[in-house]
């Protein structure tokens, strides 16, 4: 019998929803527009147009909250943890890891969970 992971299993930080638009750039230099679901110290879920394979490599541009205003340009290297065909939104529920963030990215994220 296969053990099927949970989402505690599977999941190591905390998220907390956020919404907006981020950039995803392939290593061909293709860009696409992503909406964003949910976001952790580890990761950050998004809906994009495209379903790629586990494990590709893009820049992610995205605008981080900070407190008690404003917001952090960070541009950094991610990860396809998982890719699933939504029938809800219009696209593929992307799971990317980031790779290289920043610390005072990781603080700016650590900072919106705590909200």
């Known amino acids: 019998m296969a053990h099927e992971l949970s989402t505690t299993d599977r999941r190591s930080h905390e998220r907390r929803v956020m919404h907006g638009t981020a950039q995803l750039s392939s290593?061909?230099?293709r860009s696409f527009v992503v909406y964003?679901?949910?976001i952790s110290a580890g990761g950050v879920r998004v809906v994009a147009p495209i379903n790629p394979r586990v494990g590709t490599v893009f820049v992610l541009r995205i605008r981080l909250p900070l407190r008690p205003s404003g917001s952090l340009p960070v541009e950094t290297r991610?990860?396809?943890a998982h890719s699933i065909l939504t029938g809800e939104e219009d696209g593929f529920v992307l799971g990317l890891t980031f790779?290289?963030?920043p610390n005072v990215a990781r603080n700016a994220i650590l900072d919106y969970?705590?909200?």
């Open 27 to 29: 290593p061909e230099h």
């Open 36 to 38: 964003i679901v949910d």
């Open 78 to 80: 991610v990860s396809v």
């Open 99 to 101: 790779l290289e963030l």
């Open 113 to 115: 969970l705590l909200v």
